[in-house]
């Protein structure tokens, strides 16, 4: 191993929201005897904050702190797991997918209201092409706004009336203890969240086996299992992280014939026009084992019904 005085070096981006992320995974490390400290790592996502994601491409919030492992500043990384490519890179290792946090997004809206209780026309802030699809394929006559920059700043643009709501990820909201401003949860059946959303990837470098089997320790099987099935079914569709796709897998509990106990992995999947005037879902079965197989076989299923034909339609609102 590298690290520098027996201290693992967790890089990570400088928000609350990341270093919070990356602090229950130093202090994880430390409690069992594993001295770690943070490393604070700049990205390019975090220098352009009023950018949309989706004209900036791919990695925007990791190629840095990946670069920061293969040049030694850092030891390790803990990832938003849904901001990684798709795509495995040989030379990087991921040895923990920690326990997931809720992955379902959630609505701030003024006067504690729901999405069903919004007057059409209501601003509503996001700058995720997944979200805002699905917003409008709900029919509710929302107006979708742009909305960058770390939670505070978004929450702020609810708080001072500039939007009328904006819909976020519940985890982040959840490891930075402000749950208490969300109006609604909202279920799969209405927003299906990203791929590997609520999840966070600890990676070192591939050839570093020592530290790879100290952060396994971390690793938690459910978790890995239900956000393999759902990136490899991002990559089956070949869709970026800011395609209009939704996925989400968990780890069920199922009883044969014989009164049996047994897991199983479910996955459901959308696919959307931009413009959320068509969506097309698709859901599946397996077991935890063959996770793969499942994302495999659940984006058979959304090509089968049209999802090609729908992902090219990039109209602009």
Do not use: W
């Not at 797991?81 to 798709?86: H, M, Q």
């Not at 996001?126 to 394929?137: D, E, H, I, K, N």
């Not at 069920?252 to 068509?278: K, M, Q, W, Y």
């Amino acid at each position: 191993m590298t690290q520098r005085d027996g201290v693992i070096r967790i890089g990570t981006r400088g928000s609350l929201l990341a270093t919070t992320q990356a602090g229950v995974i130093r202090d994880a490390l430390i409690s069992r005897g594993h001295p770690a400290e943070l490393v604070i790592i700049s990205t390019r996502g975090d220098r352009s904050p009023d950018t949309p994601i989706e004209h900036m491409g791919v990695g925007v919030f990791t190629a840095e702190l990946r670069e920061a492992i293969l040049d030694g500043r850092v030891d390790a990384a803990v990832h938003s797991y849904k901001d990684l490519p798709t795509a495995d890179d040989p030379r990087f290792a991921i040895p923990a997918v920690p326990p997931r946090e809720d992955p379902r997004d959630v609505l701030v809206a003024r006067d504690n209201l729901v999405l069903g209780e919004l007057p059409a026309g209501s601003l509503i802030g996001t700058s995720s092409p997944r979200r805002a699809a699905q917003l409008r394929a709900l029919g509710l006559g929302l107006e979708i706004r742009p909305l960058r920059g770390n939670l505070d700043t978004r929450l702020n643009r609810v708080r001072n009336g500039e939007l009328d709501g904006i819909v976020v990820a519940r985890a982040g909201l959840a490891r930075i203890g402000r749950l208490e401003v969300v109006t609604e949860t909202l279920e799969p059946v209405q927003m299906l969240p990203a791929p590997a959303q609520g999840a966070l990837a600890v990676e070192c470098r591939a050839e570093d086996t020592g530290l790879a089997a100290i952060l396994a320790e971390l690793d938690d099987s459910d978790t890995r299992a239900a956000v393999t099935a759902e990136r490899v079914l991002l990559a089956e569709l070949e869709a970026g992280c800011s395609a209009p796709v939704g996925a989400i897998a968990e780890v069920v509990e199922s009883i044969d014939e014989d009164g049996r106990v047994f897991e199983e992995l479910s996955l459901r999947a959308c696919v959307a026009t931009v413009s959320g005037s068509d969506v097309i879902r698709a859901s599946g079965v397996g077991t935890p084992g063959r996770a793969r197989e499942l994302g495999v076989s659940v984006a058979a299923e959304l090509f089968e019904l049209g999802a090609r034909e729908l992902m090219a339609d990039r109209t602009e609102l």
